[in-house]
């Protein structure tokens, strides 16, 4: 079981998980570590966990000795009229699935670490002196990367990555891990963080791990939780529309029209396909982007760099049900609210 507890056992053993909610409390956990030459991966997460966080977690305990997993669904990241309160918040369901990894960690092989440290601060320890605010203009102390966090998911969430950048940055102060680790899903983050990494000079490696997906190729996102059968089918659209896209480039077209353009036809159909179909039975979606990025900058490219490659990336809303069937399996909150969904797909570069 997680032992919640401040004080610190053998360190080159991380056999217990310890909850900490202090900082001062994981500091000393991790000083011990620093002092018995341990190393420290840290997989941030805001709770909800699934398939890709543990395919994270299992990363970092192949290359450190102990894994901190910090729990903590940041506001600062959220707008003023997003689905902060309905975020799912799955605490004791989060802890069994770290206590069975740990398990399975242990069973596997000895060179592997062990998740040893979790930190689930509230919200007052993580801002500890002005209240966070979710407003543009708000007060506070922030962490800003533009142009990147200002294009794409940031153009129509401005203060989505300003939040993101100031809890990492908080984090690693708090924690100082070796490693740090994100998943390819959330691909203009992970550039994010990079930068903020090599333009503050921060002491940690950044490290990727490609993106865990359902048997039908739906990216695991925490959100999920809220599509419900009817809308968990439809959203496959965004997959489909990046593997045609990908295909495009496979078959040497390189012009961002040729590479994309199949692709935004095919969403057109899909949701013309919909509307055809009675209420009780559709699920509506809306393309908010789709993207063909240069891989540093993410500025968009009218010709792909075979020496560079591309990423393509793209978000859609699922908009709620707006007929239910009795018994209908429509989600977390009935289907009521929209879910917004992200992918991508790296085009590697061909020289």
């Not at 997003?82 to 206590?99: G, H, N």
């Not at 979790?118 to 203009?137: C, D, G, Q």
Request: hydrophobic share 40%.
């Amino acid at each position: 079981m997680a032992e919640k507890s401040s004080a610190v056992e053998d360190p080159s053993i991380p056999s217990i998980m310890k909850i900490f909610r202090d900082v001062q409390d994981v500091r000393r956990h991790r000083k011990h570590l620093l002092l018995s030459n341990k190393t420290v991966g840290l997989v941030p997460t805001m709770g909800a966990l699934h398939a890709g966080h543990l395919a994270l977690i299992r990363l970092a305990a192949q290359e450190n000795s102990n894994v901190f997993v910090s729990v903590y669904v940041n506001p600062t990241q959220f707008g003023v009229t997003e689905d902060l309160d309905s975020y799912p918040r799955t605490w004791d369901a989060d802890i069994r699935m770290l206590e069975l990894l740990n398990d399975e960690l242990a069973a596997s092989s000895p060179q592997f670490g062990r998740i040893s440290a979790i930190f689930a601060p509230t919200t007052k320890t993580m801002y500890p002196t002005v209240p966070p605010s979710s407003e543009l203009t708000g007060e506070g102390s922030f962490v800003t990367i533009t142009p990147l966090g200002s294009i794409l998911e940031g153009s129509s969430r401005p203060v989505f990555f300003r939040g993101v950048a100031t809890v990492c940055m908080k984090l690693f102060n708090i924690i100082t891990p070796d490693k740090f680790y994100f998943g390819q899903k959330d691909v203009q983050q992970t550039i994010v963080i990079k930068r903020m990494v090599e333009d503050f000079w921060l002491n940690t490696e950044v490290r990727i791990a490609s993106t865990v997906r359902e048997d039908d190729g739906l990216a695991m996102s925490s959100r999920n939780i809220y599509l419900g059968k009817r809308r968990r089918a439809t959203a496959l659209v965004l997959f489909k529309m990046l593997q045609l896209a990908e295909e495009q480039y496979a078959l040497g077209r390189r012009t961002r029209a040729a590479i994309i353009d199949p692709a935004l036809e095919l969403a057109r159909s899909m949701a013309a396909e919909q509307y055809r179909l009675p209420l009780g039975n559709r699920a509506v979606f809306e393309v908010i982007y789709f993207s063909l990025a240069d891989p540093d900058t993410l500025e968009e490219v009218d010709q792909v760099d075979e020496g560079k490659g591309a990423i393509l990336s793209g978000a859609v809303k699922m908009l709620p049900v707006e007929q239910s069937q009795p018994e209908e399996d429509c989600g977390l909150g009935d289907g009521r609210s929209s879910v917004r969904l992200i992918d991508n797909i790296i085009l590697m570069p061909l020289k």
